[in-house]
């Protein structure tokens, strides 16, 4: 099968035109990432009705709350401290996704907010449109810890065993009483 996947690929690099069939696999590959991060056109359209004064005008308080986007005490590398990976990626997204967002962002950082505030903000709109996503990520990530501690209590097993059955074989039982 392989001979076959390296004489498609020779053939298409010398032909001009592009293998549609690599374009179709970016494209539903790009859209399978869209649907686990939340970027559904919904969601698309709620972040073109955000504007400069959303954002200007929004009620930050600086307390310290377990809200949307954990804080933590490091704020030399920007996003990546304030965001988890699932909330990252999916900024990225929405980013190249959405030029109005990309905008916006450009307009209001640094001159007008953090780059940690923009985020917050942002999460906290968009809210009722992503927290679904992020939940199921979360969920996602629980069950693969969980089959990572399965994996690793029973590779244990064959040795349990094997010493239990070891044990058993030298196991002289006592002569009954006579």
Same mark, same amino acid.
């Given at each position: 099968?392989?001979?076959?996947?390296?004489?498609?690929?020779?053939?298409?690099?010398?032909?001009? #035109?592009?293998?549609?069939?690599t374009?179709?696999?970016?494209?539903?590959?790009?859209?399978?990432?869209?649907?686990?991060?939340?970027i #559904?056109?919904?969601?698309?359209?709620?972040?073109?009705?955000? #504007?400069? *004064?959303?954002?200007?005008n929004? &009620?930050?308080?600086?307390?310290?709350?377990?809200?949307?986007? =954990? *804080? #933590?005490?490091?704020?030399?590398?920007? /996003?990546?401290?304030?965001?988890?990976?699932?909330?990252?990626?999916?900024?990225?997204? /929405?980013?190249?996704? !959405? %030029?109005?967002?990309?905008?916006?962002? $450009?307009?209001?950082? @640094?001159?007008?907010?953090?780059?940690?505030?923009?985020w %917050?903000?942002?999460? %906290?709109?968009?809210?009722?449109?992503?927290?679904?996503?992020?939940?199921?990520?979360?969920?996602?990530?629980k069950?693969?810890?969980?089959? !990572?501690?399965?994996? %690793?209590?029973?590779?244990?097993? @064959? $040795?349990? !065993?094997?010493?239990?059955?070891?044990?058993? =074989?030298?196991?002289?039982? &006592?002569?009954? &009483?006579?």
């Open positions: 099968m392989d001979w076959l996947r390296r004489g498609l690929s020779r053939g298409s690099r010398n032909s001009k #035109t592009p293998n549609i069939q374009q179709s696999n970016s494209e539903v590959q790009q859209h399978l990432e869209e649907s686990i991060y939340g #559904t056109e919904e969601l698309i359209n709620h972040i073109k009705t955000f #504007t400069l *004064d959303t954002f200007k929004f &009620p930050l308080q600086d307390e310290v709350e377990g809200s949307y986007g =954990e *804080d #933590t005490q490091s704020s030399s590398t920007k /996003v990546r401290n304030e965001l988890s990976q699932w909330q990252e990626k999916h900024a990225i997204l /929405v980013l190249s996704r !959405v %030029k109005e967002m990309s905008q916006l962002r $450009y307009v209001l950082c @640094p001159r007008h907010l953090k780059e940690s505030q923009f %917050k903000i942002y999460f %906290k709109l968009a809210r009722s449109h992503v927290l679904e996503y992020e939940l199921r990520d979360i969920q996602r990530e069950l693969k810890q969980m089959a !990572v501690e399965d994996e %690793k209590s029973s590779d244990n097993n @064959p $040795y349990e !065993v094997e010493m239990a059955e070891a044990n058993h =074989e030298n196991f002289i039982e &006592p002569l009954p &009483p006579s």
